[in-house]
């Protein structure tokens, strides 16, 4: 999701949650060079490097290159870049083909509606394809002749932009429009809209398309009822009027990234919930101080005034693991995996069999998490998520950092701090991290790790408001509006334990601009560099692909898209520009079949304006910014799947 929903929520945001002490080691201005930074003899903090022109790291690099030119980097990524820019279509590397799969509107379950957005429904949208894809996990069918080209698709849906989706609205989450056009119908289609989708899908004759009618599609909506398991499961503080026990709950919204576990369950992750909460909690609520550190309520939807629900209610926030193969089946909200604003949750199985679920809480100043599974991810256990140890990462300034558990009765966490029990731990999860002492990053979005290295990769996607008192090792630039990328090495190549080491794999933004402060190789184009990592995959060579939400021609000069990222050798820290999102969009998705044939992407908020230009139109219904995928007149423009195939056949982007 983009950063200004609304004006409400925007400033919720400025506020930041976080008001703790934790260090962001305000003093330690350089303790640390991360090995990029030695080999250039640059420290690691973007002042200093604004010093120094990429020209003259291009020099430098340069002279090594002279030294060794046996050293020349091999190009991973031999691809034909698309050029950076922005306009209404989408485009993909030469050689590649891009199709729609699905679009905002289309039938996902039997006897949909013809998608007509003049006449739109909540029942009607409760069967159809959702609003802003994001998350997407492919399956492939048990017994498919070739698993690459039928499976299960899982599709995330994140959020709704009632301007462009309803005729004659507009924006309404403005302060001074205050949702006077909003209507319990309108309300009720956009929580239809919320949620996920599971389809089935099949390739013939190399072109993708869903299967009609299948026994597996479902929707995932607002009114989806949960099952709440897990140490907070039947909580006092997780029981409402409608759930007198604590254990089951009507919603998934704010899905945003996610993950697909080795026992074929997908993981849709809750993020700005706070965003579609209103009203006024009591400010002597038992409650109040965990509802600030969530800037609950942000007041950006007007789904309060129709559901109470919505009111300030203490609904629950976790991982939601659902299994797409059975669409019957009730879907669990994970309290042990903690309460925050999860982007994502992507694991890997540890040397010892524990799976092991990394974990961004995406916002300003807030941290980087990790699930250990008790059990064995082999052991046939299909609740192995509630049983485990959450940790909270401190990255320090010697490079080294630590996972430090969440659990009660252990160092601060006792009830001398207002925890009484695991399930408060889980409940008021940040609260529990700052006591920790656990390192404030720029924005935590996808955490993937990469199971060819072992290392993982944290994409860190911006932070406007980190000072310059408080960058700190890990998060070395103030006013870090493009982002940067984290890299962690677990100790003994072992996910579960709690030692790492770390470095900075990239710092984003337009390496020709010295005071950006832009860490690229030398070896990256024009094209290959980018601003805002939010969502990324790691492919069946270990190549990382980065998705990223916020360029746009007034901020970076050119449209989000995916761009490829070197992670190894010379060429480590050369970006490589894959494909581009249509104007006002954000790139989301991406995942590919087990091997790499196809490439899912999705293309999110395709119409919006660019909020950085002061002199945008407004977009609306009426005017979007482009009518993308469609392009017809009568239609506005659809948040879409795509697929994205090499041409001839064979691995996407070699
Ligand atoms: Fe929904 Fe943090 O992106
Ligand atoms: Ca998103
Ligand atoms: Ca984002
Ligand atoms: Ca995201």
Known sequence: MTQNRSQAAEAAEDVGSNPSLNPTFGDVVAARFDRRDLLRGLLGVGAIAALVTPRALAAAEARSAEAGAANAPENRFPFAEVEAGSDPHHHVAAGHDAEILIRWGDPVLPGAPAFDPHNQSAAAQARQFGYNNDFVGYFPMPGAADPAAHGLLVVNHEYTNEELMFPGLGRQDLKAIDFKGMTRALVDIEMAAHGGSVIEIRRTAGTWAVVPDSPYARRITAETPMALSGPAAGSD??????????????????????????????????????????????????????????????????????????????????????????????????????????????????????????????????????????????????????????????????????????????????????????????????????????????????????????????????????????????????????????EVTPDAGDHAATGFAWEVLVRCGDPSIAQVGATFSSATTTDGWFGMPDNCAVDGLGRLWVATDGNSPARTGRADGIWALETEGAGRGTGRHFFRVPCGAEMCGPSFTPDDTTFFVAVQHPGEADEDDPKAAPATFENPSTRWPDFDPAMPPRPAVLTITKRGGGRVGT
């Open 237 to 486: 503080r997780l029981k409402t009027s409608a759930d007198p026990t604590g254990r089951a709950v009507r919603v998934t919204i704010n899905n945003c990234a996610g993950g697909t576990t080795p026992w074929g369950t997908w993981l849709t992750c809750e993020e700005n919930v706070n965003y579609n909460f209103s009203g006024t909690l009591a400010a002597d609520s038992p409650e109040a101080r965990n509802h600030t550190r969530f800037n609950l309520p942000a007041n950006a939807y007007a789904w309060g005034r129709f559901h109470d629900r919505f009111d300030v209610s203490k609904e629950p926030n976790e991982p939601n693991e659902i299994d797409p193969f059975d669409p019957a089946s009730t879907p669990k909200k994970r309290t042990a995996m903690g309460r925050f604003k999860h982007e994502g949750a992507a694991g890997i199985v540890a040397k010892g069999g524990a799976y092991v679920v990394y974990q961004g809480d995406d916002e300003r100043f807030d941290y980087v998490y990790k699930f250990v599974t008790a059990g064995r991810a082999d052991s046939g256990d299909r609740d192995l998520l509630d049983s485990g140890t959450l940790h909270v990462a401190r990255f320090d300034a010697d490079g080294r950092g630590a996972w430090m558990p969440l659990v009660f009765g252990q160092g601060p966490l006792t009830p001398g701090n207002g925890f009484h029990s695991q399930a408060d731990v889980l409940i008021g999860t940040r609260l529990a991290a700052d006591l920790l002492g656990a390192t404030k990053m720029d924005r935590p979005e996808d955490v993937e790790a990469n199971p060819r290295t072992g290392k993982v990769y944290v994409m860190l996607t911006n932070n406007g408001k980190r000072s310059a008192a408080q960058v700190d090792a890990a998060n070395p630039r103030a006013d870090n509006r493009f982002g940067h990328i984290v």
